[in-house]
Nanobody, 125 residues
Framework: QVQLVESGGGLVQPGGSLRLSCVAS????????MGWYRQAPGKQRELVAG???????KYADYVKGRFTISRDNRKNTVYLQMNSLNSEDTGVYYC???????????????????WGQGTQVTVSS
């Protein structure tokens, strides 16, 4: 059974940084597209950053130059380094492994779609 567990969220001041981690079990990171998504209060969940099996990355316009997605295949973990955070970055961040990321990254679409439980990021002074 596939399980995704996010961590690394918290309260940070504007201009600060956080690194989110998504540890996958029951699945090998790096063989398919994965992504980080954000759901702000009252808004739909949206793609923040994605990465394909070949390492191609994609970012939402509003995080380009500030956020970096990466993965460590040995640790079966995908990361999201977030710098220069502002209040608009506040939300619950989810890790996805499945067809949602396949569609976002233009990869072959699988029939499964796994999500983590989410980690809260709050940017406030």
């Amino acid at each position: 059974q596939v399980q995704l567990v996010e961590s690394g969220g918290g309260l940070v001041q504007p201009g600060g940084s956080l690194r989110l981690s998504c540890v996958a079990s029951g699945r090998i990171v790096g063989v398919s597209a994965m992504g980080w998504y954000r759901q702000a209060p009252g808004k739909q969940r949206e793609l923040v950053a994605g990465i394909t099996s070949t390492g191609t990355t994609k970012y939402a316009d509003y995080v380009k130059g500030r956020f970096t997605i990466s993965r460590d295949n040995r640790k079966n973990t995908v990361y999201l380094q977030m710098n220069s955070l502002n209040s608009e970055d506040t939300g619950v961040y989810y890790c996805n492994d499945g067809k949602t990321s396949d569609q976002a990254m233009g990869a072959l679409i699988r029939g499964t779609d796994y999500w983590g439980q989410g980690t809260q990021v709050t940017v406030s002074s």
